[in-house]
Nanobody, 126 residues
Framework: QVQLVESGGGLVQAGGSLRLSCAVS????????MGWFRQVPGKEREFVSL????????TYADSVKGRFTISRDNAKNTVYLQMNSLKPEDTAVYYC???????????????????WGQGTQVTVSS
C-alpha cells in the first residue's frame, strides 16, 4: 500500500553535489516523517537525516551537518536530500524510509521506519 521510489544517485568528485529524491505513493495521510539512511558493505545501516511531514522539523547526523539538507514537497509526496561538499566517506547506498508513527525517541534506528526504498548508489571519488 506504500511504495518509495528513489532517484538521483551517481558518481561525483569530492567537493561536488548531488540531490536525491524519494517519491512516496499510496497511503500518506498519516505519514509522520521521512528519513534518509546509508549503508556500506559490512556495516550497519546509518542514520543520515529525518524530516517530519507536517511541521518540517529536521535533524541530521553529526557527520553530515552543514553539508546535507533534507526537505520535502508535501504536494508531490516527495522528500529530497541535497548533498553538498561530498567526501569519499559519503560513498554508500542511500535509502529513504517512511515512518508512520507513533513518535519515538528511537528515530535514529532503522527499526523505527515502516517502509523503505530500494536504495540508490552514491559514489564520491577523491
Amino acid at each position: 500500500q506504500v511504495q518509495l521510489v528513489e532517484s538521483g544517485g551517481g558518481l561525483v568528485q569530492a567537493g561536488g553535489s548531488l540531490r536525491l529524491s524519494c517519491a512516496v505513493s499510496g497511503r500518506t495521510f498519516s505519514l509522520y516523517g521521512m528519513g534518509w539512511f546509508r549503508q556500506v558493505p559490512g556495516k550497519e545501516r546509518e542514520f543520515v537525516s529525518l524530516i517530519t511531514w507536517s511541521g518540517g522539523s529536521r535533524t541530521y547526523a553529526d557527520s553530515v551537518k552543514g553539508r546535507f539538507t533534507i526537505s520535502r514537497d508535501n504536494a508531490k509526496n516527495t522528500v529530497y536530500l541535497q548533498m553538498n561538499s561530498l567526501k569519499p566517506e559519503d560513498t554508500a547506498v542511500y535509502y529513504c524510509a517512511a515512518d508512520f508513527g507513533p513518535p519515538t525517541a528511537a528515530w535514529r534506528s532503522a527499526n523505527t521506519y515502516d517502509y523503505w526504498g530500494q536504495g540508490t548508489q552514491v559514489t564520491v571519488s577523491s
